[in-house]
T-cell receptor, first 116, second 114 residues
């Protein structure tokens, strides 16, 4: 079974600074998808960024980027120029390749606080 | 319209009540999901509908009964719930693709069972 581990239950960052959230996963698959979702106090889960495992290039979305290390099974999220609106619970998630059960496996989450 | 709308936002019910949670999307998505989320925990998948047919049921107790009357609507019927069923219930939708598609979530229904 696939597992996703987020070893940092809580993190804090100063506004305008950079923070990195860690995520590791365990799988025997070679083709899969990885995601970061955020859940602010509004409770709505929002996709931040996603990565296809067969792509070596790290995904970026504006101030958000990932460091995808397939051999190490690591998928960290870097947030640059942190803003107050980035404060949220961040979940790393794994999804198997096409043709299989398509549910997401979530990590336990990292609560990010942004300090003014 | 890129929203998933869930009603009600809050629900308090007794263990003998029958209630329903509703979810609606108008993005043309053909996959819809119910998740259960306890405080400070990740969401747990309950059900997946693909093209209005139930495709995944994660061994959810029968006191939870999903229904997908059409491609835009998803209901979760609740009956004889237990206090441990108190949680945030999230609905999501996506294109019925191959796994890389983005899930759009609603803001959830906070359910309290007394």
């Amino acid at each position: 079974a696939q597992t996703v581990t987020q070893s940092q239950p809580e993190m804090s960052v100063q506004e305008a600074e950079t923070v990195t959230l860690s995520c590791t996963y365990d799988t025997s698959e070679s083709d899969y998808y990885l995601f970061w979702y955020k859940q602010p106090p509004s409770r709505q889960m929002i996709l931040v960024i996603r990565q296809e495992a067969y792509k070596q290039q790290n995904a970026t979305e504006n101030r958000f980027s990932v460091n995808f290390q397939k051999a190490a099974k690591s998928f960290s999220l870097k947030i640059s120029d942190s803003q107050l609106g980035d404060a949220a619970m961040y979940f790393c998630a794994y999804r198997r390749s096409p043709g299989s059960a398509r549910q997401l496996t979530f990590g336990s989450g990292t609560q990010l606080t942004v300090l003014p | 319209d890129t929203e998933v709308t869930q009603t009600p936002k809050h629900l308090v019910m007794g263990m003998t009540n029958k209630k329903s949670l509703k979810c609606e999307q108008h993005m043309g998505h053909r996959a819809m999901y119910w998740y259960k989320q306890k405080a400070k925990k990740p969401p747990e998948l309950m059900f997946v509908y693909s093209y209005e047919k139930l495709s995944i049921n994660e061994s959810v107790p029968s006191r939870f009964s999903p229904e997908c009357p059409n491609s835009s609507l998803l209901n979760l019927h609740l009956h004889a719930l237990q206090p441990e069923d108190s949680a945030l219930y999230l609905c999501a939708s996506s294109q019925a693709g191959q796994g890389f598609e983005k899930l759009f979530f609603g803001s959830g229904t906070q359910l309290s069972v007394l």
